[in-house]
């Protein structure tokens, strides 16, 4: 027996050296650079185990540098605690943790939220935490020019704008696009207790060089600029004179005193008809002046809506886009939950409006409408083959130039008769109809029309409550929905009424993934 226990015992040890060693040999793996996003979007702060190791019995805690006990997000044996002021907010892809990858998601990023996170991992005697650095960028606003101070041949102007981050630049130019180097600009400040900055700059100018001067406010790191230009009406004009403002003020009432005296009141009468139309012109170019007004003030909006477009549409990282498009669905229609109006094509993954000839193809429809008790009758409309109660899926659909469609995700339900397709009633969905994208709910949210896809990216995260679009050629985010799923749910297709082009189901293309290299 002796020799018997001795193998047992090496072989016991063997088995326990080789599993410390490859706990040994493991490491986290950040991004070297910070990560940036916009404020109000989402974004994935970046960590997995290399070489390739499963998570799902380890130790996760994500908190800010400095905050360890005051963490956004633990997992300890499948128990999730989320940190307070980040309930709802923040979550990791359960179905990643197999594969190692234990990267947070937070959503509707704020300003005060730049900063650098620690990813910390434990397993038995190992842990290793690193930092990511997140950063936070936020367009301020337009410049506002306004007179301080006004002499007999000079005048001085102030600009301001807040609430930017990070710290913006600021600079006058001239008629010719010039920089107008005498300008005085102060270091961007920040309000007490606040993380947004604000800019002031103040220049001393000609009277005859006020035509054409602009105000430009910019941030070298985002890379964008903001400017407002200054308008010469009457009124600013006038406030610039003084001088004759006075003058004014004297001589009007002695001229009316010396008018009632020497004037009869014929003379009175004549005199008010010739004042008026003397200032008629001049009413007229006020109107004109208004009017220039309100075209700068529609411009300037045109384009502060193109710079927040901008942060939009931010390309989704590849490494991001690779993990999503690893989760790719087969996906196809079912013809039994189809409305008797939809012809679908062999392969059951094209559809279209049927072509009806005449009253012999309308009692043909009858006739198969009877017993299809799971098809839906008024709504025109076909769900997904296979339905989903776990785990996360995507797939795409090929909409082409379609004037009209609807596509999403429907919970599984028998009510398939003259429904309301809003959220409450399990149907999650973006439409596009009239030259309008918006998500089909009672008060529906109108989105940005540069987004509307030719090709549209739908992701699932049963357990994670949410159902995000994307426009695939782009790789952009168009739109999310959150809520809890207690059904199954199965993709969901809508061509809408009299659009005669196909919907067809796309084949998801699979990108190289992202190495998983110390440089990564």
């Not at 699932?460 to 695939?472: A, H, K, L, P, S």
Request: net charge negative; glycine share 6%.
């Amino acid at each position: 027996m002796g020799p018997l226990i001795q193998q047992v015992c090496l072989l016991t040890f063997l088995i326990l050296f080789n599993a410390c060693s490859s706990v040994a040999d493991m490491q986290l793996v950040v991004p070297p650079d910070p990560v940036v996003t916009s404020a109000g979007h989402d974004v994935i702060l970046p960590c997995h185990l290399s070489p390739q190791t499963s998570a799902v019995n380890m130790y996760i805690r994500w908190f800010k540098e400095g905050e360890f006990a005051n963490p956004l997000y633990l997992y300890l044996g499948g128990k999730v605690t989320e940190g307070k002021g980040y309930e709802g907010r923040v979550s990791v892809f359960t179905q990643e943790l197999e594969s190692g990858n234990i990267s947070l998601l937070l959503n509707n990023v704020m300003a005060s939220e730049r900063g650098s996170y620690k990813c910390h991992a434990s397993y038995m005697d190992w842990i290793q935490e690193l930092p990511v650095v997140l950063q936070v960028k936020q367009q301020g606003s337009v410049p506002r020019i306004s007179m301080r101070k006004h002499h007999r041949v000079f005048i001085q102007l102030s600009c301001s704008s807040e609430n930017w981050y990070p710290e913006p630049d600021m600079l006058w130019t001239d008629s010719s696009g010039k920089e107008i180097t005498s300008a005085e600009t102060e270091r961007p400040k920040q309000k007490e207790g606040g993380d947004l900055y604000s800019i002031t700059s103040h220049m001393r100018i000609g009277m005859d060089q006020l035509e054409g001067v602009t105000c430009v406010v910019m941030s070298q790191y985002q890379g964008t600029k903001m400017e407002s230009k200054l308008q010469m009406t009457e009124e600013f004009y006038m406030s610039s004179l003084p001088d004759r403002v006075y003058i004014s003020a004297f001589m009007i009432p002695v001229f009316l005193g010396l008018l009632c005296i020497t004037a009869s009141v014929f003379s009175l009468i004549h005199q008010r008809r010739v004042v008026q139309e003397t200032l008629k012109p001049l009413d007229d170019m006020n109107t004109k002046l208004k009017a220039m007004d309100q075209d700068l003030i529609k411009k300037t909006e045109e384009l502060t809506y193109k710079d927040k477009l901008m942060g939009i549409t931010e390309t989704i990282p590849d490494s991001v886009w690779s993990l999503m498009v690893d989760h790719a669905v087969d996906v196809t229609f079912d013809p039994d939950t189809a409305h008797v109006k939809l012809s679908l094509s062999d392969d059951n993954r094209r559809l279209k409006f049927g072509e009806f000839k005449e009253k012999k193809d309308c009692e043909n429809i009858k006739e198969k409408c009877k017993g299809t008790k799971h098809k839906f009758k008024f709504n025109q409309c076909v769900l997904g083959m296979e339905g989903y109660e776990k785990g996360t899926h995507y797939w795409e659909v090929d909409l082409g130039k379609k004037t009209q469609w609807s596509v999403g995700i429907a919970q599984d339900t028998e009510k398939r008769d003259n429904i309301q397709m809003y959220p409450e009633n399990g149907f999650w969905s973006i439409c596009y109809k009239d030259k309008e994208l918006k998500t089909v709910e009672q008060s529906s949210t109108f989105l940005p029309i540069e987004l509307k896809p030719e090709k549209l990216g739908v992701f699932m995260d049963y357990e994670g409550r949410q159902i995000t679009f994307f426009n695939v050629e782009k790789k952009c985010h168009i739109h999310s929905f959150y809520g809890m799923f207690t059904k199954k749910l199965y993709p969901f297709f809508g061509p809408l009424i009299d659009c005669k082009e196909e919907l067809k189901i796309s084949p998801v293309v699979q990108r190289d993934k992202p190495s998983t290299s110390g440089n990564c």
